[in-house]
């Protein structure tokens, strides 16, 4: 059975970082491109970072220059460095797989609350 576990969120002050964590068990990892998006209650989920297999990223246009991501393949740890950190990022963060390239996602993790205040 695959879990996909999300930690590292939490409170903090607008310019603030935190590093974010996934853990994929039950499911191989390395062959998949991978994702963090995250969701504010009534709004669709958002794609903020993927990275491919040979560890491309991408990011979006809202979190380009901030926000950092990478993988280790013989943990299966995805993970999210996010630096100077504005009340806009406020939302919960999630990991998935990337869901432009599979239709087949891991089953969704409660995902990490990021809170950041001014």
């Known amino acids: 059975q695959v879990h996909v576990v999300e930690s590292g969120g939490g409170s903090v002050q607008t310019g603030g970082s935190l590093r974010l964590s996934c853990v994929v068990s039950g499911s191989s990892f390395t062959p998949f491109a991978m994702a963090w998006y995250r969701q504010v209650p009534g709004n669709q989920r958002e794609l903020v970072a993927r990275?491919?297999?040979?560890?491309?990223?991408n990011y979006a246009d809202s979190v380009k220059g901030r926000f950092t991501i990478s993988r280790a393949n013989v943990r299966k740890t995805l993970s999210l460095q996010m630096d100077d950190l504005k009340p806009e990022d406020t939302a919960v963060y999630f990991c998935?797989?990337?869901?432009?390239?599979?239709?087949?996602?891991?089953?969704w993790g409660q995902g990490t609350q990021v809170t950041v205040s001014s």
């Open positions: 990275i491919d297999t040979r560890n491309n990223p």
């Open positions: 998935n797989k990337d869901q432009r390239l599979y239709n087949n996602l891991f089953p």
